[in-house]
Structure formats: structure tokens, C-alpha cells
């Protein structure tokens, strides 16, 4: 039988924590022959509420659940985990300034990079969807310095799949025949879906996505400001944001990154950018990736037209001013 895995969920009293805990215990993320034991992290005032997460972990007697640590201490947390997804953050609340949201969360993150770089498992994967999720990931990056830049990655797989899930449903066909969509970006409204080279699976093999939903005016508009506007319009009619469709993502994200990516298949991930498609280096950006042995790699040499890098300089652009924003908070 495999060793256990240890999977770190910070955040995990939240909404995205209730629904990802049982999916990982259930083997959503890293498969069904993979046991694990789950840590969860929470503050002191939703200890309780964590507690009776737990319990329900326990009631639901998941075979693959080795054991669960719940608690407030963030070392012991961080101690000995093979995989942290970063979904505990301080939220914006209404009439709060960027600037003091941005504060709060980058001291969380820079607390939790110690705590990980000294604590985690060597070669610990990291995936942070608490917003902004981006910029967290960046301030964790740069405050666990001994942690491989290329184990710290953020959640743009949501969008990746609400992207796939738009041309499904436009051309209505499955959408496990639709593939090869890319998030450029942040995880924000700034973020572009580009549809440029997806491609759908036909009897007569694979299309361009482009060219079976025929619409540019479409494509260009509409389905653009959808993906980026889905999270909102999720909070409109659940006065509560989403969070199955979150903790499915990062379930996908991790299982992808770890077992790797299908053959001709890429996804979306938030990466450290290295300049690939000349987006300024330094910035957690989201990039069309594929995964092989437990290792992401940016796909190359997509030829990208020129709306599209209008869109993918603009995304660029937020980023780098929120990261400005957020070294500012440091001092
Ligand atoms: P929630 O408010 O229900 O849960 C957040 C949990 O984090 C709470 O239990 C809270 O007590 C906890 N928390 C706060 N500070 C913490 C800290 N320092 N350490 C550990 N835990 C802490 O929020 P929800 O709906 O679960 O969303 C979580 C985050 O995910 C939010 O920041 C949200 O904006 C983000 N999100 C990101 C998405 C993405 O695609 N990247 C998609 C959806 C949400």
C-alpha cells in the first residue's frame, strides 16, 4: 500500500474548505489508490466550526482517510504536508479599501511562507486560491525563499473550466470534448479566456473551437466578459461565492500537476513567470501549462495575435501594480 500523503487546507471551516475536505478524502485530488491524512488550518474564532468538520470527516469513514489534524497552530499545521492549498484569507468586506485588504492578507501569507518553508515536506506543492490569489502566492513565494519558486502556484483552473464549460454549453457538446482553452493572467476581471486554440472533439476529429461556434462577435465579446464576470454572477444568485466549482478546481489543479496533464491536453495555472510570451518576469501569472512527473512547463511558441496580447499586457499590467501594492503593505 502507498504512504500516506499529507494535505495541508488552510481555511478549511470556510465554504471551499466544506467542500473540498471530502473530495480529497474521497480521492478527487490526488486518485483513488492514494491515502491521505488532511491537516486543517483555521483561526481561533471558527476553531469550533472546524471541530465539527472533523467530526463529519470521521462520520463519513472515507477509506482513503488516514487521519486528521484540525487546528489553529499554524506550525503544526504546516508540519510534514505534501501538499498545502491555500484557501484561508482575510476577505474584502464592503467599504474596506484594496489597500487594507491587501495588508491583512500579506501579512497572513508572509506568516504562512515561514511556516511552510521551515515546517512543510521537502518538495511540498503549494496552491494558493484565497484572493487575491495571485499576489498571495507571490508575497509566499518571496517569504519561503528555500522553497522551489516552481512548487508555488495559484487557482486559475476555475476559470479554466468555467471557459470550457461557456463553448460546451454554446456548441452544446460534451465538455470533456472541448479542450486546450487558456487563462492568461490574473485571477480577476482583468483575466483573459482565450479561446485562440481550443479545439472540440467531432466525429470528424478534432476543430478549432473558433471555427465550430462561428460567431467572432461571440468569442470576442460575450464569452470573454462571461468567464470574467461568472464569479459575480455566482454571488448574485447564491449570495454566497462559489465553492464547489472552487474546490473541484483545485482538486483538477493538484491531480493534474501531480499525475500529469493528458497528451495534447494543456491547463491553466497561476506560475511564476520566467518572461515566456514576454510577460514581465517576477509576476505569478497565469500560463497555458502541461504536467509531466510532478512538474509544470509552460507551453511554447502559440502564436498570439494581436487583441490578444493587448488583453494579455493589460492582466499584466494589474499585476504588477498589485504586487506594488503589496510590497508598500510590507513597509
Ligand atoms: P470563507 O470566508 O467561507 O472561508 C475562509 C476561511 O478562511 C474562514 O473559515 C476563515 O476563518 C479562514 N481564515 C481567515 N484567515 C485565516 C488565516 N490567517 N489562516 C487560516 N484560515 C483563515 O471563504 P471561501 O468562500 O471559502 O473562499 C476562500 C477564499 O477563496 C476567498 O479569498 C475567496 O475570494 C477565494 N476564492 C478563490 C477562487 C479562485 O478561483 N482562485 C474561487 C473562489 C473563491
Redo the contacts with the bound molecule.
Sequence with gaps: AKDPVRVLV????????YALVPMVARGIMLGPDQPVILHM???P??AE?LNGVKMELVDAAFPLLKGVVATTD?VEACTGVNVAVM?????RKEGMERKDVMTKNVS?YKA?ASALEQHAAANCKVLV???P?NTNALILKEFAPSIPEKNIT???R??HNRALGQISERLNVQVSDVKNVIIWGN?SSTQYPDVNHATVKTAAGDKPARELVANDEWLNGEFISTVQQR?AAIIKARK????LS?AS?ACDHIRDWVLGTPEGTWVSMGVYSDGSYNVPAGLIYSFPVTCKNGEWCIVQGLPINELSRKKMDLTAQELSEEKALAYSCLS
Design positions: 488552510t481555511g478549511a471551516a470556510g465554504q471551499i474548505g488550518l483555521d483561526i474564532p471558527a466550526a499554524v484557501v484561508g484569507g482575510f476577505p497572513i504562512q486560491v484565497a484572493n490569489a495559484c487557482l486559475t476555475l476559470d485571477h464569479g454566497l461565492s462559489s465553492a472552487a478546481s
